[in-house]
């Protein structure tokens, strides 16, 4: 699975993890040069936190089949097509309940291969170069588009 990316799921289901949050985060810290808000995110799981995913179609027949899962802001969310951050995105499967639920037993896939992971990792090396950058650079800084592809 591909960041910033539409994926489709096998159910029809439509989503993208978005890395605007976190875009949004390494922007404001490089236009105030405030380095510390960087230097807190120290592992993929710290980049967890801003990550939200959208999906964009197939939400009602996913909310159906997740129904005893899910809470009414995450549905509002979901059928309005506004971001649910990944986290509260990834309570919705249950590993030992998806054997009969497509979406949760290819989503739990998706998040366990090597296309993810290094799709983070880059990501966070990213991070890393940019708060470099603002160390050594205390005027102008270098315009840093962190897209994932």
């Keep these: 699975m591909y960041l910033d990316k539409i994926y489709v799921l096998q159910t029809g289901v439509s989503l993208k993890i978005s890395t605007s ?3 949004e985060l390494i922007a404001n810290a490089i236009g105030k040069q405030k380095i510390p808000e960087l230097e807190s995110l120290h ?3 710290d ?3 801003y990550l939200s995913v959208v999906v964009s179609e197939g939400a009602e027949d996913l909310i159906n089949r997740r129904q005893r899962w899910i809470d009414q802001k995450i549905k509002a969310d979901l059928i309005a097509g506004r971001p649910v951050p ?3 995105f990834c309570n919705l499967f249950w590993r030992n309940l998806d054997e009969d639920d497509p ?3 290819e989503w739990q896939q ?3 291969s090597d296309r993810f992971y290094s799709q983070l990792t880059m990501l966070l090396n990213k991070l890393r170069i940019a708060e470099r950058s ?3 650079y205390k005027g102008e800084v270098p315009d840093w588009y962190l897209g994932s592809a």
């Design 21 to 23: 949050a976190l875009q």
């Design 43 to 45: 592992s993929l799981s």
């Design 47 to 49: 980049l967890c936190a």
């Design 86 to 88: 990944f986290n509260n």
């Design 103 to 105: 979406d949760g037993d």
């Design 110 to 112: 998706l998040l366990a």
């Design 134 to 136: 603002l160390q050594q």
